[in-house]
């Protein structure tokens, strides 16, 4: 991993959390241990689950994070906070616990994706980067996922850098996306730092350019004989783009080389591809793939593949990098426990809206996983002194008549949550990012398929134990 710039962004913090950092500090709290979770509450685009990315981002900052002396400077200038809280600052080392769910893992609502654990004032303070990199990249991630399902098998290409939200919009959504299953991305610079494939050929300006549409792909293949694929639709898909591309792609052959495709990006993509493949085949040249392109999602590919397009791969841009059918993954941070005088003590946040009432105490999330198919059945949050036996019966909600328990029997349960740091130490090792992409793949193929569907998906249930779910019930009835 290339390191994509040298910026501090220790200070990326939203204001508050440092008005109560301070405000710990000045009332004795500062140091008390507490316990963070971050989850989410809803999938976007009405779906099951999410994938989960944008971990090693968060490694990253937590390793480096520290104040510089304009930091302490600046927020000496603010006059509200005092100098014990500052001097804290300016000697701050990371020293919390962490736990998290791998990058590439299948998540679902209201279940801790990572956990922190320890002094109020750092849990607190890391809030906002935890946050902005494990929402930002989780939501691409599954956006693309989404758009790689529906391609059945095709690749997939991101190429959304130009209209993403900024640079770092560019770069991690490219990584986001290949976390989620895309084949490559156009952005250069993500191949550089990441070693995502990056992909490209022409614009319509390389076309424009030349006094003909059939100079400017004889220049094109003169120069990338080897990797030569054409933008037909400068001017004419059918009547121009193809012809004068056969043409090129058959004196190629006449100098022993072969074309690779042509890209379509304008105009009903379904019509022209299977002309434009009939034209192809007609000329011999089977061997010449179709790439489409313009303004596609998940649910404009599963129609042109139901359609009979004749393409073999997808370019996919704005609504992919901006996730823009539902840009903003909801994951939120919050205070699930304290330690007092050795004592654990459960906190809960309590709200008309069901939704919003948290799982109390330091937890552990574990996955359920059928011996015979090797498919999950569920996810349950026990405590974190619960071991769940799966050599012996276990009960669970029934996922489908919710009023039943279910006893499942010769099942595994397995952790989610690994450790990433102890005591402010990495002790977690990143994967490689092709690593964490086959991860994602198969951890996916331990999903039902009604589970994955686009619309009305079958609800993964993610069942609290006996003990938590009672604990819950008796702090909900303490604050009513």
């Known amino acids: 991993m290339t390191n994509l710039d040298n910026r501090n962004l220790s200070m990326l913090v939203d204001f508050y959390e440092l008005t109560m950092g301070n405000g710990f500090l000045e009332n004795g709290r500062g140091e008390e241990i507490a316990y963070f979770d971050m989850f989410y509450r809803k999938a976007p685009d009405n779906a099951a689950y999410a994938i989960c990315a944008g971990l090693d981002q968060v490694i990253r900052y ?4 520290s104040f510089s002396e304009q930091d302490i400077a600046y927020l000496r200038g603010k006059k509200l906070f005092c100098e014990e809280f500052l001097s804290w600052l300016k000697n701050f080392k990371f020293s919390c616990d962490v736990w998290a769910v791998p ?7 209201c279940e801790p994706i990572l956990t922190v654990r320890g002094s109020a004032m750092q849990a607190q303070l890391i809030e906002t980067m935890i946050l902005l990199s494990m929402n930002h990249q989780s939501l691409i991630a599954t956006k693309a996922n989404r758009i790689v399902t529906a391609a059945q098998g095709r690749p997939v290409m991101e190429f959304g850098s130009r209209r993403a939200q900024g640079y770092d919009g560019a770069v991690l959504g490219a990584r986001a996306s290949y976390i989620g299953g895309v084949a490559g991305t156009a ?7 990441f070693g995502i494939p990056a992909l490209g050929t022409m614009a319509h300006s390389f076309v424009q350019l030349f006094d003909t549409e059939l100079d400017a792909f004889r220049a094109y293949a003169k120069v990338y004989p080897e990797d030569c694929t054409l933008l037909v639709d400068t001017y004419n898909v059918l009547h121009s783009g193809v012809p004068n591309a056969i043409t090129v792609f058959k004196e190629l052959e006449a100098n022993g080389h072969q074309g690779k495709g042509i890209r379509i990006d304008s105009g009903d993509m379904a019509y022209l591809s299977k002309k434009a493949r009939k034209m192809l085949d007609a000329a011999g040249l089977e061997y010449i793939k179709i790439i489409a392109s313009n303004s596609l999602d998940e649910y404009i590919i599963r129609d042109l593949i139901m359609q009979g397009a004749q393409i073999d791969s997808f370019g996919v841009g704005e609504r992919l990098v901006t996730s823009k059918s539902e840009p903003v993954f909801g994951g939120v941070y919050k205070l699930a426990a304290v330690e007092k005088n050795g004592q654990m003590i459960p906190k809960i946040k309590i709200s008309e809206n ?6 109390p105490g330091f937890k552990t999330l574990w996955r359920l996983f059928d011996k015979e198919s090797g498919k999950a059945i569920a996810d349950v949050l026990t405590l974190h002194d619960e071991i769940i036996d799966d050599t012996q019966p276990y009960e669970i909600f029934d996922p489908v008549h919710t009023y039943k ?9 397995k952790k989610l949550q690994v450790p990433i740091f102890i005591n402010g130490e990495c002790v977690y090792e990143s994967p490689s990012l092709p690593d964490i992409q086959a991860y994602c793949r198969e951890q996916l193929n331990t999903l039902w398929e009604e589970t994955k569907r686009f619309e009305n998906p079958q609800i993964y249930f993610v069942d609290l134990s006996q003990k938590l779910w009672d604990l819950k019930q008796d702090m909900l009835k303490k604050y009513h």
């Open 103 to 109: 990058e590439g893992t299948p998540i679902f609502p």
């Open 405 to 413: 328990r279910k006893t499942l029997t010769d099942f595994t349960a």
């Open 354 to 359: 069901i939704v919003k009432i948290t799982n």
């Open 62 to 65: 937590l390793k480096n994070l």
């Open 187 to 193: 952005c250069t610079i993500a191949d550089r730092a």
